[in-house]
């Protein structure tokens, strides 16, 4: 039973089908009954246990979206290990759900533990998706954040933003003695910690696509320069070595290049320069300031701001810095573009008599759209669902946070952080 | 000449409480400035500030800051042997990015105007704190060593 199983789950993956959209404005309702065990005696109990906490959670992160809406996770609601792949639909029929998270935790021999999810489509009594992963039992809210990525990927076609992490500068003291430190944490808040020490004034952390490195800029040599720190060991390099100041880092798509601003006497241009190391590569040339480069998610295009025209604006290149056009034409000025992962959008900000504001507009500068109305509003981070952009905004106190806004009008939502937070930056889906 | 002022003005502090110690009678009338912190005084004093001021988002140099800047050249070139640093700073409603890109512009024109005037480039580096250091947007020349 159990290779059948394992074999079943191997088979699953990738089936997310896309049956159920999001039709009402509550969202699709979901029933999140707790993980069962095939486990037996005093282990099945822990198992299931552990399966509570992770429905639990994944309830919680459900409830967190606009698109589904989790019915409680009860115990009472209890059903067997091979009720998994032979659910009894009736039940969560009459209770109006119309989707169906379930799944096992199982304890191994290695001391981890084997987690699986599976989602029905409830009316249609047919699976939608299925996922297993093999984790340290003190990992389970991972496992939870891929269960709950998973119904939210069948429900809606787009990622999960559950099992992501966040980047930000956490900032103390005011004026000139500020304290700047990078801080890493999952994006529900959990696991936050320090991966700078605070003896150096630190900006813009950058996250590779996949959380292992972040690219930031740091005055460790006096000037701000960009340099690259693999989280796993907290090794720090320099990205380029030279006296140049360089800044506003980001990793391509595949976490293969890193485009970032370099000064070279009056002039500040782009340049592109492999992860790894190697020589840098010019992609600008025009006097005055490009700066805040962001691949599009295929990698073969790059947007940027100049202000070349003599105010800053938006424009787009090749990835090799042919073909460069502008593509802000809506008045004021236009700074800190980042492409959504899907290739739709881009979000910048908008300096204008009413202070920085956040928007979004099409790759061809078509559709421009504000979101929020604050006066002190910018670098604007997408989130991997390309449905909702990370940002910092100052208030009228001066105190500066970060902030969630959704693409559909409703208001910015703050986040809870241990202090000061500014230039956010979201990481894709980990794994 | 600011900078003297307020170099006095806290010896005077110090000394007045020092006047209240027993035992300790006699007063410092002059400030103890040696070293790096004398020739800085010197050069605040000389070049008629450390400091020059460009209009939001410019980077270019106004007549009174090619005034200031003038004479910091003439005091850079009496004294080869000390290493100034030009630091740069935003506009504080500018975005992060372009902020520290414009301080670095200012400082490099900064620059660029004393190495017109005869300093070695060698004797000047530049930096930018772009909008991480609040106030007006503008260029401090410092001594390093």
Not at chain 1, 158 to 168: E, H, L, N, V, W
Not at chain 1, 182 to 201: K, L, P, W
Not at chain 1, 271 to 283: E, F, I, M, P, T
Request: one cysteine or more; glycine letters at 12%; aromatic letters at 8%.
């Amino acid at each position: 039973m159990k290779r059948f199983h394992l074999t079943l789950l191997l088979l699953g993956l990738g089936t997310a089908a896309h049956a159920q959209q999001a039709g009402s404005p509550a969202g699709t309702v979901i029933a999140v009954p707790p993980l069962t065990s095939p486990d037996s005696g005093n282990k099945g109990n822990q198992m299931l246990s552990v399966g509570f906490d992770i429905s639990k959670l994944i309830e919680s992160d459900l409830k967190q979206t606009s698109e589904l809406a989790p019915l409680p996770t009860k115990r009472e609601d209890y059903y067997s290990y091979p009720e998994v792949t032979a659910p009894s639909l009736y039940k969560w029929r009459t209770a109006h759900a119309k989707v169906l998270l379930m799944g096992f935790v199982q304890s191994r021999s290695d001391g981890r533990l084997t987690v699986g999810c599976y989602v029905y489509d409830v009316d249609k009594g047919r699976e939608m998706a299925r996922k297993g992963s093999v984790i340290a039992p003190s990992e389970w809210r991972r496992a939870a954040h891929k269960c709950s990525g998973l119904a939210y990927t069948a429900v809606t076609g787009s990622p999960g933003i559950f099992d992501t992490r966040i980047a930000y500068v956490a900032e103390s003291g005011v004026g000139d003695a500020r304290t700047k430190r990078i801080a890493v944490m999952d994006s529900d808040g959990n696991g936050h910690r320090y991966v700078t020490a605070g003896d150096t004034t630190v900006l813009t952390p950058r996250l590779a696509p996949n959380g292992s490195q972040l690219a930031y800029v740091s005055y460790a040599d006096g000037k701000p320069n960009v340099r690259l720190l693999e989280l796993g060991s907290n090794q720090d390099r320099p990205l380029v070595g030279g006296d140049a100041i360089s800044f506003a880092p980001r990793f391509s798509p595949d976490g293969g290049r890193i485009v970032f601003s370099m000064m070279n006497g009056p002039n500040c241009d782009i340049y592109v320069v492999n992860a790894g190391g190697g020589a840098a590569q010019r992609l600008t040339t025009s006097p005055g300031v490009d700066t805040d480069p962001s691949f599009s998610p295929d990698g073969s295009k790059i947007v940027f701001e100049s202000d070349r025209g003599g105010s800053q604006q938006l424009y787009v290149m090749n990835a090799d810095g042919t073909a460069q056009r502008r593509i802000s034409f809506g008045g004021g000025w236009y700074a800190s573009p980042e492409w959504s992962a899907d290739g739709e959008s881009i979000a910048f900000t908008r300096r204008g008599q009413d202070g920085r504001r956040i928007g979004i507009v099409k790759p061809d500068g078509t559709g421009e759209r504000l979101l929020t109305t604050g006066s002190g509003d910018e670098g604007p981070s997408w989130a991997p669902s390309s449905r909702e952009i990370l940002f910092q905004r100052v208030d009228a106190s001066g105190r500066s946070g970060l902030y969630r806004v959704t693409l559909d009008g409703s208001a910015p939502r703050a986040m809870t952080i241990p202090q000061d937070g500014s230039d956010p930056d979201w990481s894709g889906v980990m794994d | 000449m600011r900078k003297i002022l307020f170099v006095l003005g806290v010896a005077l502090v110090a000394s007045a409480a020092q006047s209240q110690l027993p035992f300790l009678t006699k007063r410092p009338t002059q400030p103890i400035v040696q070293g790096i912190d004398a020739l800085r005084v010197d050069f605040a004093a000389q070049s008629g500030g450390t400091t020059v001021y460009f209009g939001t988002e410019s980077v270019i140099l106004g007549a009174p800051a090619k005034t200031v800047l003038t004479a910091q050249a003439a005091w850079l070139r009496h004294h080869p042997d000390v290493v100034v640093r030009v630091e740069g700073y935003g506009d504080g409603a500018d975005t992060r990015d372009h902020a520290l890109a414009v301080g670095a512009r200012r400082a490099e024109e900064t620059r660029g105007f004393l190495v017109l005037l005869g300093v070695p480039s060698t004797q000047v580096s530049t930096t930018s704190w772009g909008k991480e250091r609040p106030g007006l947007g503008r260029a401090v020349t410092s001594l390093v060593r």
